[in-house]
């Protein structure tokens, strides 16, 4: 029971473990590689509040996140939340596991400037954020390595969905896992099949990949 897990690192070894847990051999071929770029540090006095949709903004954001680490951080999942006090920030306040949802709970607490620290390559949140200040690049791959063999692969992003519909050929003997009905959207046609996980969350992901394996949907 081999499932492709295509999310960059660290997550994609968090994955392969929770997946050994499960009992499914996991195949690893990360579509992007995270790094750090250099970011200029607005004026504090701008913003009632941080927004982080990304773990990987506050473990790769560097020493400028203490600047806004006595604002109230809006975080997107438990994941996300923990590496924000990782970071520094003190108050973190977890929220739903998507951007939009995460900007309308801010918006509910009274936010009406929040500061969002992000990738690259991200999707725009609108209010309350002001400002969007990428701290990390995901680069990604150019091709796929040879011989990858597995059962279901596991698309955790719409990013990595439209990405590995362009690498990956002939895609008509591929069972795709999806965390979301975004994701699945973005990946497209032509699959030997599509299911969506019932939560976004890597460990339902998962329990349907495992789910695929056995019944061979």
Sequence with gaps: MRVLILRPQPGAGETAERSRAMGLEPVLAPLFTIRPIAWERPDRGRFDAVVLTSAKAARLGGDGLTSFSDLPCYAVGERTAAEAEAAGFADVRTGPSNGAALAATA???GVTAALHFCGR?????GPP???EIPVY???????LPEGL???????H???AAALF???IGDRSAIRIAAISEQVAATAGGGWRSVAVADQ??????????????HTGE
Excluded: T
Aim: aromatic share 2%.
């Design 107 to 109: 918006i509910a607490g």
């Design 121 to 125: 390559d991200h999707a725009a949140l």
């Design 129 to 131: 954020v002001v400002a």
């Design 137 to 143: 690049a995901a680069e990604p791959v150019g091709h």
């Design 149 to 155: 063999d597995y059962e279901v692969a596991l698309l």
């Design 157 to 159: 992003s719409p990013r």
């Design 165 to 167: 519909a362009k690498l």
């Design 200 to 213: 976004p969350r890597d460990q339902a992901l998962l329990e349907l990949a495992a789910k695929l394996c």
